[in-house]
């Protein structure tokens, strides 16, 4: 294995611990456990509440594939029975639950999705049913005497609940004594999770004391800006990128974010070594974000399509050409003028998600036909017909008689 100090820099790299007597506390047991020379037994849990999984889910994902390059054991451990209840520890209101049914199929999702970046060979795949689904109530009983409600109301998204005679159920709180249980049927040496989670890791730690283990080292990483530099990346903000998307919408994604976010992206989601991004960062914003854009894209579609990318947002971005290459949509060039329209093509193409979306996008100016901006939604289409949504997104009309692409 390395040496201790250079795996120590490695892994706190990019962390945040909320106050640096923690800070303190974490670095020397971990420096303790990193002496010992053996690997650690190291997991984060990830609760599959959805099917996509944004640059934000990779922040810790990141952290457990350095753990893996530096010789220990990880484990990806899907909270499916967790996800029944909801984790609290970001939320001003109560989680929906999901069926059974939905988290396994996200679970699927998210395990493929987390392979972009973890060593398939060399992570353990875990469900916490398997034993919090095996738990009496008596010991769940037990587990719960281990805290007292006033830590729980001591948190801020519970305390302001609280004090706004908001719900706040039962099983919210309990929320936290079941992840704190995985570091004990686990037995772990460090647990990995947001900056939002602390509060739950330090559970871990506590009850893994009153079972008679060693507590975790809680290792967290803050959250991650979107793409507007302020509130943190979330879909239904619409500020993501994720981690799926094609090389060419996620490289132009991450062009978009302010210069502002730049020294975090390079720290928390590259592994670029610092007086690498400091001389970035001293350079032109724009060269230093095509960077930043490359490293990210590469990370998770590999060199080639990252360079493709870079090339294609330079060409239909920065020097505005029409891509040689684009997706095509199969219209009959005899039918009605209204079955040709812009308004139907846009939708029907899901260059809009709707409609009333295609409406909004040539209302603001969005939408170009053939290089001019398109004034008219009714305005027909033809073969040869050529439009470009927003910045990255390109259609060829082409003649047929059913839908294309």
Known sequence: MAPVEDQLAALLR?????DEPTRRVMEAELRERLAEGRPLRVYCGYDPTAVDLHLGHTLTMRKLRTFQDLGHEVTFLIG????????????????PMLSPEEIEENSRTYVDQAFRILDRERTIVRRNADWLGA???????????????????ERDNLARRFER???IHISEFLYALMQAY????????VQVGGSDQLFNLMAGRVLQR?????????ITLPLLSGTDGNLKMSKSLGNHIGIDEPPNDLFGKVMSIPDSSLRSYFTLLTDLPDVEVEALLAGAPMEAKKRLAL???AGLHGSSAAEAARGYFESTIQRRETPSEMPEYALDGEAPEGERSLLRVLAASGLAASSAEARRLVAQGAVRV????????????????????????????VAGAGRGA
């Open 14 to 18: 990019g962390t945040e611990f909320g």
């Open 370 to 397: 053939n290089g001019e901006r398109a004034l008219e939604a009714a305005r027909p289409l033809s073969p040869g017909d050529e439009l470009r949504v927003g910045p990255r997104r390109f259609l060829r009309v």
């Open 135 to 153: 738990l009496s109530f008596g010991d769940v009983l037990r587990v719960a005497s281990h805290f007292t409600v006033a830590q729980f109301l």
């Open 182 to 189: 995985d570091a004990v049927a686990m037995e772990t040496d």
């Open 80 to 95: 499916n029975f967790t996800t029944l209840v909801g984790d609290p520890s970001d939320a001003d209101r109560t989680r």
């Open 165 to 167: 005679h908001d719900p």
């Open 295 to 297: 490293e990210i894209t």
């Open 210 to 218: 009153e079972y008679g283990q060693r507590p975790q080292v809680a």
